[in-house]
C-alpha cells in the first residue's frame, strides 16, 4: 500500500467535495461537544453530591415561643424545655447511625441568617427570638434519614424534621434532567452527523466511480478501493473532534474559569483533569465513528 | 484458460436469461472473436469470465479457478491477471497518459522503481513512446486506446478481455488497434474480443463465437463474421 497514492486520494475527494465536508465537521463537531459537556455535567454533579453529601445534616428543629402561637399543631405546649432539649440530645447521641450532633441555638441561628441574607430585606426584621433552635445531626449514611424523621417528627417540643438531602435532590433532579436532554440532543446530532456522513462519502463515491471501477478492473483490493474514502470521513470527524475539543477547552477556560467559579464560589466547578480526561474520548469517537458510518454506506455501494 | 460448462445467467428480476446453457472452451494462446447481434449476450459472457456477475447455472472456470467458488476477497488477485479493454476506453481525463497506466500499477501496490521502469516500456510498446505526459484528452481516439491497451497489458496478463475496443473508431485507426491486439496475442496472452466490426473478423480469420438470444449458435476456427447486422 502506498501511502503517497492513497493520500492524494484523500486530498482530491476532500476538496470534490468543500460543502458536503464542512457540514460533516460542523456536525460532528456539535455533537461531540455535547457528549463532551454532558460527560463533564456528569462528572459535575456526582462530585457536587460527594461534596454536598459529605456536608448535609438532618436537622430537629425544636419549638420557639412564637411557635407556640403561630403553629399550635406542631408545638401545642409552646417552646421546648431544657429537659426535653437534653433527652432529645442524649437520644440523638445514643444511635449508632448518627455520626455527629450539633446544638444551634436561637442567637446562632440568627447570626447564620443574618450572613447568609445580609442583603434582603428580611433580615432587618427578623429578631433572635424568631429563630428556632435546633440539633444538627450528622448522619454516617445521608440515607438512613427516615430512621430521625419518624423518630422525632410530632414529638412534644419538636417543631419539625428536616432532610437537606430533600433540598438537595431537587436540584441533582433538575441537573440530571438536563443532562438527560443534552444526551437525547447529542444523539440526535449525532444521528444527523451518521447520516451526513454516510450521504457525503456515497456522494464522493459516485463522483469517483470512474476511479473505482478502473481500480476494480485492474485488480485493487477493496480494502484499497475504500481506504481512500474512509479516511476522508475519518479526517472530517477527527477534525470535528479537535473543534469540539476546542469548544471544551474553550467553556472551561471562559465560561467555568473565566464567569462562573467567581461568582458561584459554593460550588466546586469540574477541574482541568476532568476535561483533559474527556478529550481523547472524544477524538477516537470522532475518528472512530465516521470510519464505521463510511464502511457502512460503501458496503452496497463498492461491491467487487 | 476459460471454460464454460452449462452456463446460464439470469439477471434479478428478468424473465428471458441472458445466458443459456453455453459450454465452450477456450485454450492458452487463442484469439477468439465473440460476435453476436446487441442483447445476445455478449457483455453477459464478458462479466462472467471478469467475474463482475456469477453464472445462475453451470460453472465458469477462469485461469484455474472456479468462480462460483471464489471468494470475493480473492477476485481481485485473478483480476491481476486479467486485462480488459472498452470500447470507451475508460481513461482518467485528469491524469496524464503514463499516471494512467501507472495508476494500475499503483493500485496494486508496485513500488515506485518498478513503476518508472515498466510505464515507458509498455508505453513504446504499443506504439506511444515519448507521449507519456500528453493528457487522454489531447490524443485522438485511436491513441487512447492505445493508452487503455498498454494499461491492461502492464502487468502483462494471461488474458486479454476487449469488449468492442474498435466500436469507436475509423476502420484505418481500427486496423493498426488489431495489429497491436495480435501482437499480444503472439507473445502467449489469450485474447478474447467481442465485436460487431464484420470487416476485422474476415480479415483476421481467428476463431469466431457467435451467440444469439443467448445461446451459442456457432464456434468456429479460422471463421468470419458471418452475419448481417
Redesign the interface.
Known sequence: ??AH?VLSEIGVGLRRNVTMTLAVIVSVALSLSLLGGSLLAREQVSSMKDFWYDKVQVSVFLCNKVDAETDPVACPKGAVTEEQKTEIEEELNAYEIVDEVFHESAEEAYQHYQEQQKDSPLAAVVTPDQMQESFRVKLHDPEKYEVISTAYAGREGVHSVQDQRALLENLFQLLNGVNIAALGLMTLMLLVALLLIVNTVRVSAFSRR??T??????????F??QMPFILEAAIAGLIGALLACGLLVGGKFFLIDGFLEDRIQVIDFVGWDAVISVLPFILVVGALMPSVAALFALRKYL?? | MIRFDSVSKTYPRQNAPALRDVSLEINRGEFVFLVGSSGSGKSTFLRLI??EERASEGSVHVLGKDFGRLS??K????????G?VFQDF?L?PNKTVGENVA??L????KS?GQIRKTVPEVLDLVGLGGKEDRMPGELSGGEQQRVAIA?AFV?RPMLLIADEPTGNLDPQTSVGIMRLLDRINRTGTTVVMATHDAQIVDQMRKRVIELEKGRLVRDQSRGVYGYQN
Do not use: D
Open positions: 500500500m502506498r497514492f470512474r476511479e471501477g478502473i481500480m476494480r478492473l485492474v485488480g485493487a483490493s477493496s484499497y478501493i461491491k467487487v | 471478469l467475474r470475493n476477497w477476485v481481485p488477485q485473478v483480476r491481476r491477471q486479467l480488459t475508460r482518467l495508476f494500475a499503483e493500485v496494486i501496490g515506485r494499461r502487468n
